[in-house]
């Protein structure tokens, strides 16, 4: 059997993390398989669905690197097949008209003490003479179309669950067709499943009541019934379910926020599934060679952000410059930092800086973070660092900037060896530690405390600008200028 599995989100909003996964699921199963993935935009609630949000989940779709086989379906397009098939089914006894009003049947659930049996609207049905029916619609007196839940019990094999079963007496007779001709979505999604081919359909915890229902559709209209599969919950760290008190849970929010795609792929992969022998870390090649359904759990999903910080990390780590250096120069250029073009004349300095500095990122703005001291003209000092590393004692501060800009003037080759074999000679000179001599020189060229490897970071700045910002600090610190980091933090 062909592989055929769909996404089907609704255009009533934006793409949220859990249909992100649900789609994840699908694409990696049919990427496994050889499979086809089909898109379908489910927009038959004309109220609420709107075109900016379907855009919105074509986009987190290709963000995520999604890609679909077949679509965007819209499910509005199938709205007269959906109708035929309420009508075949009326016609072969399946479901029946239900002239009862809202009001009527409010009055009902009142007099029934809020508990009205399942079967009630049937039987006044079905107590009505069928030429009255067929008179009164032919007036055009509004009717919905219930389908007829037969007796017994429904029963499929979950991929997920195992053995699954609903007995029909729990079931209401669904509407399927409602008074003003619209299909409900029980209907349209069997009758759009059916026409589409899909084999498997695989989907989200919340949906386990509707899939009794859909299979008995399914056989009445005499259409293959798929194998289904009903994927974990995810909850908040809190146990509840995920919402927005929880922080984003939009897609788009965590690629406006500077998440690599492939991280949030690898990470949506492990919400709900596990590849086994302890594997966190995976490329999306890996996802797709080591993906099957056997190995979904049951338990629900914990949304943890700092899982996705630090699967973001390792993902930054892994990713070359070639794949960084389009993402980050635009942010650089709105920083103010670099104009691309400037970037291009240096590739190999800046693809090599983004190598060193990817080591620290979450995120992208991470990057720009850390770029800035290397890119901009000059510095600002962060007042913690100079507390720290200057204004504990102002006068060896100077005196290791000052005694440390003569040498490094007098170096012949400016590397990390030559650099690294003058700055611990100092230090090994003054009897003190590497760290007495590098944090006030980090201050000094950085403005900061934390920065990559000393020894790196001055390779990166040069000669010259290393030389202008030692100059720049050692003038500071003479003139007092430093004296009160509690102020102007740029001083």
């Known amino acids: 059997?062909?592989?055929?599995?769909?996404?089907?989100?609704?255009?009533?909003?934006?793409?949220?993390?859990?249909?992100?996964?649900?789609?994840?699921?699908?694409?990696?199963?049919?990427?496994?398989?050889?499979?086809?993935?089909?898109?379908?935009?489910?927009?038959?609630?004309?109220?609420?669905?709107?075109?900016?949000?379907?855009?919105?989940?074509?986009?987190?779709?290709?963000?995520?690197?999604?890609?679909?086989?077949?679509?965007?379906?819209?499910?509005?397009?199938?709205?007269?097949?959906?109708?035929?098939?309420?009508?075949?089914?009326?016609?072969?006894?399946?479901?029946?008209?239900?002239?009862?009003?809202?009001?009527?049947?409010?009055?009902?659930?009142?007099?029934?003490?809020?508990?009205?049996?399942?079967?009630?609207?049937?039987?006044?049905?079905?107590?009505?003479?069928?030429?009255?029916?067929?008179e009164r619609a032919a007036r055009g007196e509004p009717f919905a179309i219930r389908f007829r839940v037969p007796d017994g019990a429904t029963e499929w094999d979950d991929v997920v669950h195992g053995p699954t079963r609903f007995e029909n007496a729990e079931l209401d007779d669904l509407v399927i067709l409602r008074s003003d001709g619209s299909p409900t979505y029980n209907l349209a999604v069997t009758s759009d499943d059916a026409e589409q081919g899909i084999t498997h359909v695989l989907r989200g915890d919340d949906h386990l009541s509707n899939t009794p229902k859909q299979i008995l559709l399914y056989r009445a209209l005499g259409h293959p019934v798929p194998v289904f599969g009903h994927l974990p919950m995810i909850l908040g760290p809190d146990g509840k379910r995920l919402s927005k008190r929880h922080g984003a849970t939009a897609v788009g929010e965590y690629a406006r926020e500077g998440y690599l795609p492939e991280a949030m792929v690898n990470f949506l992969a492990l919400l709900g599934w596990s590849p086994g022998d302890d594997i966190e870390f995976m490329t999306r090649a890996e996802l797709v060679e080591r993906f099957g359904l056997e190995r979904v759990l049951r338990k629900s999903a914990v949304f943890d952000l700092k899982k996705l910080d630090w699967l973001s990390g390792q993902h930054f780590n892994a990713a070359p410059p070639e794949r960084l250096a389009p993402l980050v120069t635009p942010l650089l250029e709105e920083a103010g930092l670099a104009t691309g073009a400037e970037l291009e004349a240096r590739e190999a300095w800046y693809h090599a800086l983004l190598d060193l500095l990817k080591t620290r990122a979450r995120r992208l703005p991470d990057i720009v973070e850390l770029a800035e001291p290397f890119l901009a003209e000059d510095v600002a000092y962060e007042d913690e660092a100079v507390r720290k590393h200057w204004l504990k004692d102002p006068e060896w501060a100077r005196l290791v900037l000052d005694d440390l800009r003569a040498r490094l003037q007098a170096l012949e080759a400016w590397s990390g060896e030559a650099l690294e074999a003058v700055i611990r000679g100092y230090a090994e000179e003054r009897g003190v530690g590497a760290g007495k001599v590098i944090h006030p020189l980090r201050v000094a060229v950085t403005g900061r405390q934390n920065s990559p490897g000393i020894f790196d970071v001055l390779v990166f700045l040069g000669r010259e600008r290393t030389l202008e910002r030692l100059a720049r600090a050692i003038e500071h610190l003479s003139g007092g200028e430093i004296a009160a980091p509690s102020g102007d933090s740029s001083a």
């Open 1 to 134: 059997m062909s592989v055929r599995v769909r996404f089907p989100p609704s255009p009533t909003g934006y793409l949220h993390v859990g249909g992100a996964r649900t789609a994840l699921f699908n694409w990696l199963f049919a990427r496994r398989q050889g499979g086809v993935f089909v898109l379908r935009i489910e927009d038959t609630d004309r109220e609420r669905s709107r075109p900016e949000h379907t855009e919105a989940i074509l986009e987190g779709m290709r963000w995520l690197g999604l890609d679909w086989d077949e679509g965007p379906y819209f499910q509005s397009e199938g709205v007269e097949r959906h109708r035929a098939a309420a009508e075949r089914l009326l016609a072969e006894g399946h479901a029946y008209r239900d002239f009862t009003t809202p009001e009527e049947v409010a009055r009902m659930h009142e007099e029934a003490g809020g508990h009205l049996d399942r079967r009630a609207l049937r039987r006044i049905a079905e107590a009505m003479d069928p030429d009255e029916a067929e």
